[in-house]
């Protein structure tokens, strides 16, 4: 028996549901797949194996610990710290991670406060250590259940793609069903645009739109600031509206889609109507959405600009999440 049978055999034991899945290397590198592909895959985490975020924790000898809120048996902790050991943040994944983080804290200072003024967190950048490897691992995992940031053993393992129609299903457990000809992916469910992916995951993916980066935008009379906090808008027949608040002279919006594929009009026409509900005339609004448009393609191209000199993993994924962002604006390079 090997060691992910073995690992399998002990989520069981505990309650888990694992039937037709093996680990196995992929296009994303390590996934999962279906045994037999002819027949449907089924995984579940029981509620009592779903791990609050918060007890995952390092300890000061810098080892993977449960914290103290834990209520689980020894045996249930002992398979969650192997599991970690295994496929987790405290195995192999550390030393990805804390390489990640190097390459990220050696960029140019250019490059870092390009992306810090765009409205990336200057903790993206900050000195490697194993307790913010943990946090960054956390943070890229964990879901949301029953108002709960939780993360989930094995079934965490499964990649992210952008095509997948499928998610995590939550009824009556999170879990993953169904039928999968080759790897089994699905779509993490996470909001935002390539630039949002890349900050939240490491790595680059298409998205179908494209929200500004962080922008003051003086009109003389009023001023425009613009925010990434993609999380604070709601959708009206599949047009994302930001939230909108009024300070004085200054009109805040939370985020602002600039480009999107599946409806190339769209963007412009949201801007429009929010800002002629503050007061601003439409043809005034469409012309200072195409210059916000335009200072978000100009900061792409110049970010492509500043990274020529450089190599390596991190780079070539900026490069990536570069031109994903500029695709939505119409821009191919």
Known sequence: ????????????ALGGIVENVQ??????????????????????????????AEWLQIDEQENLILSDDCNWDNEAKAFYLDYQRDYGIAGSLMQEMLQVQTDLFDLPESVKNMLIGYGVSASFFQKPSRKAS???YKNSRRILFNDQLVLMPLVELVNHDEQSKKTFEYLPNIGIYGN????ILLHYGM?????????GYRFSTPKPYSFSGALSINLGSKVIEISRFVTLFKTVENTNIPSLKVEGDTIHLSCLVVGSINDKSSPKKVFTK??????MPAHIASNVFDGIVNQNQNFFFRLLE????????????????????????????
């Open 191 to 199: 909001a935002g645009d390539a630039a949002l992916m890349f900050q």
């Open 306 to 333: 500043e990274l020529k000199p450089f190599e390596g993993a991190v780079v070539e994924s900026m490069r990536s999440m570069a031109r994903n962002q500029l695709i939505p604006l119409g821009v191919h390079v």
């Open 134 to 136: 943990l946090e960054i």
């Open 274 to 279: 929010l800002m002629q509900s503050v007061g």
């Open 1 to 12: 028996m090997n060691k992910w049978e073995k690992t399998i055999d002990r989520f069981r």
């Open 23 to 52: 680990l196995g290397e992929g296009i994303y590198g390590r996934g999962l797949f279906p045994i037999d592909p002819k027949c449907p895959i089924k995984m579940e985490v029981p509620k009592h194996l779903l791990v609050p």
């Open 180 to 183: 999968f000809n080759d790897e």
